[in-house]
């Protein structure tokens, strides 16, 4: 389930720490939407106060990959595709080593289906048109990885059988 956490204090952002188990006390709303027959499922904190829970990190987690939507990192992208962007959280991160490959792809994204194959380079950035997350106003594009893709294929077509986080 994906958590979109808004702070009452920026500053708590320093202790959400990926990998690391955190308590987020605040207005806690749920929401879910239909992809293609199976149902993703959000839990929204508003207000959130964020305070430690132990101190072990959990490898497991601490590269886990999901879809960042509206990055405030890339919000002059965005505004120069005139798109919602969504991208692949790890690509965010070090935008030095991939802003430029990541722009190069939002600006020429393919238009192919969850169920495609993905060809090419494993660590090569594509960028695809993505309906699910489009709304009428404003179309979406999303970019990730191509070894993201080949996963996100895998749980495309069996959502209950892939346990296992995307690839970094």
Known sequence: MLVNVELA???????????????????IKD?????????????????ARVTSFGSDIDPQYANFTYMNCQPPELDALAKLL??????????????????????AA????????????????????TCRLDPER?????????????????WWRAKWFNPSGISTTGPP
């Not at 929401?31 to 207000?47: D, L, P, Q, R, S």
């Not at 798109?83 to 790890?90: K, M, P």
């Open 106 to 125: 939002a600006h020429a994204p393919m238009k192919i289906s969850p169920g495609d194959l993905v060809s090419g380079d494993p660590a090569a950035i």
């Open 134 to 150: 489009s709304d009428a106003e404003l179309s979406a594009i999303t970019c990730a990885r191509n070894n993201y893709w080949v």
């Open 9 to 27: 204090d920026p500053a708590d952002a320093a202790k959400m720490i990926p990998g690391s188990a955190v308590i987020a006390q605040g207005t």
């Open 82 to 103: 005139g798109r919602e962007l969504c991208v692949q959280n790890t690509l965010v991160t070090n935008l030095v080593a991939t802003g430029q490959e990541l722009e």
């Open 31 to 47: 929401a879910h939407e239909n992809h293609n027959g199976y149902t993703v499922y959000f839990i929204f904190v508003e207000k």
